[in-house]
């Protein structure tokens, strides 16, 4: 038993948050930031604060994850850390030569007071910004929201430093990336490809955090997007936000700076949050959907309904961020699954509402949670409760999985134990036939092992 400190039964708890199911805001901003070509985020508080955003990227993506720091000392901590930030900027576009710094504050710079607007415009007074450069940021106090909150408030410096209306409207759709992995950013730009419709995706970490091993360095991978193409945002036709939580706020910024109308969907996982993705794309592109993307999504409904029979009415707790586990959780229910226990760390009255709306007719008796008090022993709790046929989420998960002896399907951020979640996307109708797949290898692989011998399947 690892997690010997789970009561079998439901304590009630005022104030105390036991394994928090989310992690620090920089950390979502630093991930953000990564998506712009030729980015170098910026930490500005100490540097275990750096470390820590960097390593837990590095760790999920098996990548190296370049970012600088203020390294804050004791002074800087009292007086503040302007002239940290000053010096830093100054030495990173002589040493690194990025296009962009992205600086996000930490808890203590945000303790301190620290004006990032102010100091910016101090090191533009100082010439230390060269031509064509940028430096540009967003306020992550960590005491507040999630790593979620942090990958939002970064999208919003993103419009509030680029975005440009130049009253020349072009026939172009902006799509904002809710947090996905690289391999689902480049499944949305073969997606919209294949229907022939001009986006321009923002942020975006494919080629970035899953570049190919080429045997040389490179400080800036070739991904991300373009300098020419955040600014370009501004005169888009329509804004497609994917994921209410990461990128709503940056979706309204660019209305109000640019009068870019938005809509903001969910993440396309699963059938129906495709279907209106991809719907989505046709009318506001203008564009038909192709044959190829139809055959895709007959394919998606083909594999549904042979494995219905091993899907139906199975139980299942999921945790992990709000934008990815609400289309999980909309899939799952499309193919007659329960999610009965639902568990997310980000804050929000969004979840609530729209689980309500989910859950009401198809799953009444399920039990959700989100925001700080929302953790894993409360999700472990309910499992001891009553148990599940498969638990879902990050690594963190498989400490419940392996004491309750329970199938485990790693989805969300952060995955530390396995690969491959950046290279296999999950969005899309191809995306979610790789989820089924996946389920279905956890829940029989599990029943091959533990059913009895005269229950063994050979043929499904
Ligand atoms: S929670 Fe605050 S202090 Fe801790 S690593 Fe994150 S930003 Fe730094």
């Known amino acids: 038993m690892l997690l010997r400190h789970t009561p079998n039964k439901l304590i009630d708890r005022q104030a105390l948050t036991v394994n928090p199911a989310k992690t620090c805001q920089p950390i979502g901003a630093m991930y953000a930031a990564l998506g712009i070509h030729g980015c170098l985020p910026h930490s500005h508080g100490s540097q275990g604060c750096c470390s820590y955003h960097r390593s837990t990227l590095t760790r999920h993506y098996k990548e190296p994850v370049m970012a600088s720091t203020s390294s804050f000392t004791e002074g800087s901590s009292v007086f503040g850390g302007q002239s940290n930030l000053i010096q830093a900027i100054g030495t990173i576009f002589k040493v690194y030569d990025p296009d962009v710094i992205a600086v996000h504050s930490t808890c203590l710079s945000e303790t301190i007071g620290d ?20 430096v540009i940021y967003a306020n992550t106090p960590s005491y507040i929201g999630s790593h979620v909150t942090g990958y939002a408030n970064m999208l919003v410096g993103m419009v509030r430093a680029f975005s440009t209306n ?7 759709v902006n799509i904002v990336a809710g947090w996905m992995e690289p ?21 975006d970490t494919s080629d970035v955090l899953d570049a190919p091993m080429t045997g040389k360095h490179v400080m800036y991978p070739k991904g991300g997007t373009t300098i020419a193409e955040l600014i370009a945002t ?22 109000n700076k640019c009068k870019v109308r938005f809509d903001v969907l969910d993440i396309p996982i ?32 083909d594999m549904i309904a042979d494995m219905h029979k091993y899907l139906y009415g199975k139980r299942v ?3 992990g961020d709000p934008d990815t586990i609400l289309p999980f959780i909309e899939f799952m229910l499309s ?48 499992i001891k409760e009553e148990g599940v046929d498969l638990l879902m989420g990050n690594t963190y998960g498989k400490y419940i999985a392996r004491d309750e002896n329970i199938p485990f399907l790693r989805i969300g951020f952060p995955v530390l134990d396995r690969v491959g979640h950046s290279y296999f996307p999950v969005v899309g109708y191809k995306g979610a036939m790789h989820i089924l797949s ?19 399947e050979l043929v499904m």
Request: charged share 30%; net charge negative.
């Open 115 to 134: 004006d990032l607007p102010q100091i910016i415009g101090k090191a533009v007074e100082d010439e230390l910004i060269p031509e064509g450069k940028y």
């Open 166 to 172: 130049t009253l020349r409207k072009k026939n172009v």
């Open 183 to 203: 391999s689902d950013m480049a499944e949305i730009k073969r997606i919209a490809h294949e229907m022939e419709a001009r986006i321009i995706l923002f942020p």
């Open 234 to 255: 501004g005169d888009s036709k329509f804004t497609m936000g994917l994921g209410h939580f990461c990128t709503e706020d940056a979706c309204i910024r660019l209305e």
């Open 270 to 301: 699963g059938l129906k949050a495709t279907d209106r993705f991809v719907s989505s794309l046709a009318r506001h592109a203008n564009v038909p959907v192709p044959d190829s993307i139809t055959d895709d999504r007959g394919r998606l409904i």
């Open 317 to 319: 707790a999921i945790f």
């Open 335 to 382: 193919m007659d699954m329960k999610p009965v226990y639902i568990v997310s760390g980000t804050p929000g009255k969004y979840m609530d509402e729209r689980l309500k709306t989910l859950l009401d007719e198809k799953v009444p008796e399920a039990k959700f949670m989100n925001g700080e008090r929302a953790d894993m022993l409360q999700l472990h709790s309910w």
């Open 438 to 456: 996946r389920m279905l290898d956890a829940i029989l692989n599990h029943e091959d092992a533990n059913c009895k011998e005269e229950k063994v």
